[in-house]
């Protein structure tokens, strides 16, 4: 029997805005949104002077061509990263099913590959410094997890695990009878809002004058919000828990989410010791000292 306070799933239509044919769904809105908000805030980190002290910057003209790039490789990883992490079979045996974009599939571990590359490759034709791209990144990518993860919640999707006992469980759409953790609002709130802060707080603290800090930091800090969102959350039904069934508080084994993360926090950690002892720094002339020069 249901708890009394369970939810019913609120009717919020998918559709954010429609103009006669146009329509713009809710999913859509949040990431327009999150690259936006997160321009906005990647340009007022150039400009923070305090922030950077020796280490060369990109300018706010680089930043508006950044985010092209980044949106790109966003789009064109997490799809990618979902055909090959989760549903393989599937699009092996239906290959026009991988560009249907539109019936959904994406995966956060892929878009934030195609991310990195992506910046990557863009430091390196604006002969820029690869690893202060990654660290603004790192300080404004919790915006757009924000929106991403309300989007899901309001698309009735990547819904939580049944939680009978749970006082404000949802009864999701597709998601049967029983109530479940709301799993896509906690994950707003840990690897958004919660990052969010964690980020702000050390880019306030540390600036950008250790190269990879903050992306390794954010690396650490998301592996860590997903794997404990994991276990609220139900694993893809293709896939189901990789390993045991009965591992965690609310039982449930190993899920893809949990092992795509072992990997990010430990290249995020080693990327955090690199940088706060110096190694990931970029050298700078003696005369760039004396000049007190810091770049454009």
């Not at 090959?84 to 079979?89: E, I, S, T």
């Not at 290249?267 to 970029?282: F, H, Q, S, W």
């Amino acid at each position: 029997m249901p708890p009394i306070l369970a939810l019913p799933f609120p009717a919020i239509d998918p559709v954010a805005v429609a103009i006669g044919p146009i329509t713009i769904k809710w999913y859509a809105l949040a990431y327009i949104v999150g690259l936006i908000g997160g321009w906005y805030y990647a340009r007022r980190l150039v400009l923070a002077d305090r922030l950077w002290g020796v280490v060369r910057r990109p300018s706010p003209a680089d930043m508006d061509d950044l985010v092209v790039w980044v949106a790109l490789g966003v789009v064109l990883g997490g799809r990618i990263g979902y055909v090959l992490f989760y549903n393989l079979p599937m699009y092996l045996a239906d290959p026009a099913e991988i560009f249907a974009i539109r019936n959904g599939g994406m995966s956060f571990h892929g878009g934030f590959l195609g991310a990195i590359l992506a910046m990557l490759v863009f430091a390196w034709a604006r002969n820029l410094n690869g690893y202060t791209l990654l660290d603004i990144a790192a300080v404004v990518v919790p915006i757009g997890l924000f929106f991403g993860r309300i989007a899901n919640f309001v698309n009735g999707e990547l819904w939580g695990r049944v939680a009978p006992d749970f006082a404000y469980a949802v009864v999701f759409p597709g998601g049967g009878p029983l109530p479940r953790h709301p799993s896509q609002l906690y994950e707003a709130a840990t690897e958004g809002v919660l990052l969010f802060v964690v980020m702000a707080l050390a880019v306030h603290r540390f600036g950008f004058r250790k190269p990879g800090l903050l992306g390794g930091l954010f690396v650490l800090g998301y592996a860590l919000a997903r794997t404990v969102c994991e276990f609220f959350r139900e694993p893809d039904r293709q896939l189901g828990y990789l390993f045991g069934d009965h591992l965690g508080p609310l039982g449930g084994g190993i899920t893809m989410g949990m092992l795509l993360c072992v990997p990010m926090a430990l290249v995020g950690l080693t990327y955090v010791v690199l940088a706060a002892r110096g190694v990931t720094r970029p050298r700078v002339p003696v005369e760039t000292l004396r000049e007190g020069t810091i770049g454009a």
